[in-house]
């Protein structure tokens, strides 16, 4: 192999350039003899230059280049054999005649040993030495004609093994028993071998063993022309005793084979001789990975690493037909986590996703090899039991199942409960089709969870898809702010050092049609997942807005209102227009309009939410913590937003007399007092945790025990009766 540098050659050049006359030297210390033979040569079209003597002749030969020189053997100065030496030293490519008048056999042999191309005799005939010179100089040129071309080929070929080696792909030779007679450098990086090693040895050396029966036909290609293997993949096999994991990252390397049959060109046509084979080998392990991954992503769900529907489906699909041939029946099951939602919610997406992840894990370990565990989205998993004996079975399994998850999941210091329901189909009794089969056991998971959840339920035929009255309900929402059915009602928050009223939580209700007054629990998680809750939320601010505008119209003080913010709308890119579109349409004054926001919420999307409350703080416009104490709690972050009141959360409040409880409501409330935040406890109830809270100097308290949360127009009458101070009395009375 060689690295060395190489000079661009001019691999079209001819040797064309070789001069038309030939220059001849004579040499001579007879001048009568020189005389002769200028006159002759004159004949020709010799450029002629005489020297008389050997020491003239040594000072020709010095100053130019010969085609060819006739020399005297005998001359007194410097003898014949002495110029030949000189000539032998100087230009040994200058052919030599001696032209002599010593006749002995002896210095003929001296003079050609010395170099001399030719020897001629004096007196010599005239034509014959013409003749001789002649051929002397057609000789020469044919010679020097070949060192050209030996030349060039050898550039060619230093040329040649310079781009096979440096080439990216792995290029070779077989002879006819399909060992290797040539690798290039490229093998080195690409297999780990040392192209010592592999030459001599047989190509199945570097195939993978998946792929040996089609290298014999592929890699030692027999074929020559259009039928050759062409971007054909095969599986190479790297040193299995070279230990480079940067360069052979995995054992084995995808190459795009493009090979021919290399035959003898000599031999006729007819029965021209197999010599081997040549290929060049492409790379394409990373493209294959890459490929590999947009595979695998197309069938799995990324986050716990399990088939996904798809893949779920082609499972099932290829267990149908075998359990057909088989004659076993197979089952489908659904699961799904119940109350999933709210720890997610809760807690975050994080431990919302470590918490799948677990689950997943646990319900691996309930089944068998051959079992398929998919999860088909959310917190929705399907198993398929390839192969049963009976019913009995999948109940087994569904038993094993629901008691494994019903062991709590610690996460992140969270000690979290779950349960599931499980809905379970069985082919062939309740069909063999592959998405109905699915649907079915989903039925019958809905009907598992309308049942008391944390159980089995077999799919029966007329089973109805209870999953309908969560898309009814999706349906009526989508028509319910068209056709007014929303209501706000409004909860005071309440001074607890003078009794006043210092503002209202607005809390959303739907009138439905059929079903009455509906909490935001029973339809906000749709409108959430459905996204209607952007246009309903959009309705509340300016519900908000207006009801704001008519106190203000009606002389009642100013008290400030407080409105939920859901996920979606925080994240709509709209969020903060719409905000300040309702602002500027009620010419409200921005101090006078809270936002709550849960502390989860906040941390979702950290960085653009800044933003997003920044500009809204800038208008005047105030940000509440919701449920403070069952988020993040990491006043470092929070501190980062424009807060203006802490909401503790009710579930704090509601356990005031427990000693702990106390300590940590205290801590807030001392932390909050220390940011220079608004407090408010939130689900006060009673007298005795009142108390409590204006005992650790809570600023507002918010709850039942002064009022739940009234209509407007009850607010309204709050506001008018109670503008000063108030009075719980009146309000018992009035209740
Ligand atoms: P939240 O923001 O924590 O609202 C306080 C909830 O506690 C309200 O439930 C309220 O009626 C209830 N509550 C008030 N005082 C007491 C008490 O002394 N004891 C107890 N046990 N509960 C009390 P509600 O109205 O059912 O609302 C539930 C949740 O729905 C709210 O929780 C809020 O997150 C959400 N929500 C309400 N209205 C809206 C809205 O307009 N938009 C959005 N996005 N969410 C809303
Ligand atoms: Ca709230
Ligand atoms: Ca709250």
Same mark, same amino acid.
């Not at 709550?596 to 809204?616: P, Q, V």
């Given at each position: 192999?060689?690295?060395?540098?190489?000079?661009?050659?001019?691999?079209?050049?001819?040797?064309?350039?070789?001069?038309?006359?030939?220059?001849?030297?004579?040499?001579?210390?007879?001048?009568?003899? /020189?005389?002769?033979?200028?006159?002759?040569?004159?004949?020709?079209?010799?450029?002629?230059?005489?020297?008389?003597?050997?020491?003239?002749?040594?000072?020709?030969?010095?100053?130019?280049?010969?085609?060819?020189?006739?020399?005297?053997?005998?001359?007194?100065?410097?003898?014949?054999?002495?110029?030949?030496?000189?000539?032998?030293?100087?230009?040994?490519?200058?052919?030599?005649?001696?032209?002599?008048?010593?006749?002995?056999?002896?210095?003929?042999?001296?003079?050609?040993?010395?170099?001399?191309?030719?020897?001629?005799?004096?007196?010599?005939?005239?034509?014959?030495?013409?003749?001789?010179?002649?051929?002397?100089?057609?000789?020469?040129?044919?010679?020097?004609? $070949?060192?050209?071309?030996?030349?060039?080929?050898?550039?060619?070929?230093?040329?040649?093994?310079?781009?096979?080696?440096?080439?990216?792909?792995?290029?070779?030779? %077989?002879?006819?028993?399909?060992?290797?007679?040539?690798?290039?450098?490229?093998?080195?990086?690409?297999?780990?071998?040392?192209?010592?090693? %592999?030459?001599?040895?047989?190509?199945?050396?570097?195939?993978?063993?998946?792929?040996?029966?089609?290298?014999?036909?592929?890699?030692?290609?027999?074929?020559?022309?259009?039928?050759?293997?062409?971007?054909?993949?095969?599986? %190479?096999?790297? $040193?299995?005793?070279?230990?480079?994991?940067?360069?052979?990252?995995?054992?084995?390397?995808?190459?795009?084979?493009?090979?021919?049959?290399?035959?003898?060109?000599?031999?006729?046509?007819?029965?021209?001789?197999?010599?081997?084979?040549?290929?060049?080998?492409?790379?394409?392990?990373?493209?294959?990975?890459?490929?590999?991954?947009?595979?695998?992503?197309?069938?799995?769900?990324?986050?716990?690493?399990?088939? $996904?529907?798809?893949?779920?489906?082609?499972?099932?699909?290829?267990?149908?037909?075998?359990?057909?041939?088989?004659?076993?029946?197979?089952?489908?099951?659904?699961?799904?986590?119940?109350?999933?939602?709210?720890?997610?919610?809760?807690?975050?997406?994080?431990?919302?996703?470590?918490?799948?992840?677990?689950?997943?894990?646990?319900?691996?370990?309930?089944?068998?090899?051959?079992?398929?565990?998919?999860?088909?989205?959310?917190?929705?998993?399907?198993?398929?039991?390839?192969?049963?004996?009976?019913?009995?079975?999948?109940?087994?399994?569904?038993?094993?199942?629901?008691?494994?998850?019903?062991?709590?999941?610690?996460?992140?210091?969270?000690?979290?409960?779950?349960?599931?329901?499980?809905?379970?189909?069985?082919?062939?009794?309740?069909?063999?089709?592959?998405?109905?089969?699915?649907?079915?056991?989903?039925?019958?998971?809905?009907?598992?969870?309308?049942?008391?959840?944390?159980?089995?339920?077999?799919?029966?035929?007329?089973?109805?898809?209870?999953?309908?009255?969560?898309?009814?309900?999706?349906?009526?929402?989508?028509?319910?702010?068209?056709? $007014?059915?929303?209501?706000?009602?409004?909860?005071?928050?309440?001074?607890?050092?003078?009794?006043?009223?210092?503002?209202?939580?607005?809390? /959303?209700?739907?009138?439905?049609?059929?079903?009455?007054?509906?909490?935001?629990?029973?339809?906000?998680?749709?409108?959430?997942?459905?996204?209607?809750?952007?246009?309903?939320?959009?309705?509340?601010?300016?519900?908000?807005?207006?009801?704001?505008?008519?106190?203000?119209?009606?002389?009642?003080?100013?008290?400030r209102?407080s409105?939920?913010?859901?996920?979606?709308? %925080?994240?709509?890119?709209?969020?903060?227009?719409?905000?300040?579109?309702?602002?500027?349409?009620?010419?409200?004054?921005g101090n006078l309009l809270e936002l709550?926001?849960?502390?989860?919420?906040?941390?979702?999307?950290?960085?653009?939410?800044?933003?997003?409350?920044?500009?809204?703080s800038?208008?005047g416009i105030r940000l509440a913590?919701?449920?403070?104490?069952?988020?993040?709690?990491?006043?470092?972050?929070?501190?980062?937003?424009?807060?203006h009141t802490?909401?503790?959360?009710?579930?704090?409040?509601?356990?005031?007399?427990?000693?702990?409880?106390?300590?940590?409501?205290?801590?807030?409330?001392?932390?909050?007092?220390?940011?220079?935040?608004?407090?408010?406890?939130?689900?006060?109830?009673?007298?005795?945790?009142?108390?409590?809270?204006?005992?650790?100097?809570?600023?507002?308290?918010?709850?039942?025990?002064?009022?739940?949360?009234?209509?407007?127009?009850?607010?309204?009458?709050?506001?008018?009766?109670?503008?000063?101070?108030?009075?719980?009395?009146?309000?018992?009375?009035?209740?």
């Open positions: 192999m060689s690295n060395e540098p190489i000079e661009p050659v001019e691999l079209h050049s001819t040797v064309s350039s070789f001069p038309v006359r030939s220059r001849l030297l004579v040499v001579d210390d007879e001048p009568l003899i /020189l005389e002769g033979l200028t006159r002759l040569l004159a004949t020709r079209e010799y450029e002629v230059v005489t020297a008389n003597g050997g020491c003239e002749a040594l000072i020709a030969i010095g100053k130019q280049q010969f085609d060819a020189i006739l020399l005297d053997l005998g001359m007194p100065d410097l003898n014949g054999n002495e110029v030949l030496r000189f000539v032998a030293d100087r230009s040994a490519d200058t052919p030599v005649i001696v032209v002599s008048g010593d006749s002995t056999i002896d210095a003929a042999i001296r003079a050609l040993r010395g170099g001399a191309a030719d020897f001629v005799r004096k007196p010599y005939e005239p034509e014959e030495l013409l003749r001789r010179i002649d051929n002397t100089l057609t000789r020469r040129r044919l010679e020097k004609e $070949n060192n050209h071309i030996l030349q060039r080929l050898q550039q060619s070929e230093k040329w040649h093994r310079f781009l096979v080696n440096s080439s990216p792909d792995f290029i070779y030779t %077989l002879d006819c028993e399909g060992r290797f007679t040539f690798v290039n450098d490229r093998v080195e990086s690409l297999l780990g071998y040392r192209r010592e090693d %592999l030459l001599g040895q047989h190509y199945s050396l570097v195939i993978h063993e998946d792929d040996i029966a089609r290298a014999e036909h592929v890699f030692n290609e027999r074929r020559a022309g259009d039928r050759s293997a062409r971007n054909i993949e095969i599986n %190479l096999k790297c $040193n299995p005793g070279v230990r480079r994991p940067r360069l052979m990252n995995g054992r084995c390397k995808s190459v795009e084979l493009t090979a021919t049959g290399m035959y003898d060109e000599e031999a006729s046509q007819f029965d021209r001789r197999f010599i081997g084979s040549y290929g060049v080998a492409k790379d394409v392990t990373e493209r294959k990975q890459a490929e590999e991954t947009v595979h695998y992503q197309a069938y799995h769900d990324l986050l716990t690493g399990l088939p $996904n529907r798809a893949l779920f489906r082609d499972h099932l699909g290829l267990m149908l037909a075998q359990a057909k041939r088989n004659q076993k029946p197979l089952a489908v099951l659904s699961l799904d986590l119940d109350h999933f939602k709210v720890i997610n919610d809760s807690l975050g997406h994080a431990i919302g996703d470590e918490l799948l992840l677990a689950v997943g894990a646990r319900l691996r370990q309930c089944l068998r090899e051959g079992d398929t565990l998919a999860r088909l989205g959310g917190d929705e998993f399907a198993v398929l039991l390839p192969t049963l004996v009976s019913r009995s079975d999948v109940e087994h399994i569904g038993r094993k199942i629901i008691q494994v998850l019903s062991k709590p999941v610690y996460v992140k210091s969270h000690e979290i409960y779950i349960s599931v329901s499980i809905g379970a189909c069985v082919a062939p009794e309740d069909g063999d089709l592959i998405d109905s089969l699915i649907r079915q056991a989903e039925i019958a998971m809905y009907q598992a969870k309308s049942q008391g959840r944390s159980r089995l339920q077999f799919w029966e035929a007329g089973m109805q898809a209870p999953y309908s009255e969560r898309m009814q309900i999706e349906a009526d929402l989508r028509r319910a702010l068209a056709r $007014n059915e929303f209501v706000l009602f409004y909860q005071p928050q309440v001074d607890t050092a003078t009794g006043e009223v210092r503002g209202f939580e607005a809390l /959303l209700r739907w009138w439905h049609p059929q079903r009455g007054m509906l909490a935001p629990a029973d339809f906000i998680p749709v409108a959430e997942e459905a996204g209607v809750i952007v246009p309903i939320g959009d309705w509340v601010m300016r519900q908000a807005g207006a009801q704001m505008a008519e106190w203000r119209k009606d002389g009642l003080p100013p008290v209102i409105v939920n913010i859901s996920a979606r709308q %925080l994240e709509s890119p709209d969020f903060v227009d719409s905000i300040m579109r309702a602002v500027q349409v009620y010419s409200l004054d709550e926001i849960t502390e989860s919420l906040l941390m979702r999307d950290f960085e653009a939410n800044a933003i997003k409350l920044g500009r809204l800038a208008s913590i919701d449920d403070f104490g069952t988020g993040y709690s990491s006043f470092k972050y929070l501190s980062r937003f424009p807060i802490l909401k503790i959360d009710q579930s704090f409040v509601q356990e005031l007399d427990r000693e702990e409880n106390m300590s940590i409501v205290n801590a807030m409330i001392a932390m909050g007092r220390g940011m220079n935040l608004n407090v408010v406890a939130e689900g006060v109830e009673t007298e005795a945790q009142r108390v409590r809270l204006q005992q650790m100097q809570c600023h507002e308290v918010q709850g039942y025990f002064y009022s739940p949360p009234v209509s407007s127009h009850e607010a309204t009458a709050m506001l008018r009766q109670h503008v000063r101070g108030f009075d719980r009395a009146k309000q018992l009375a009035a209740s």
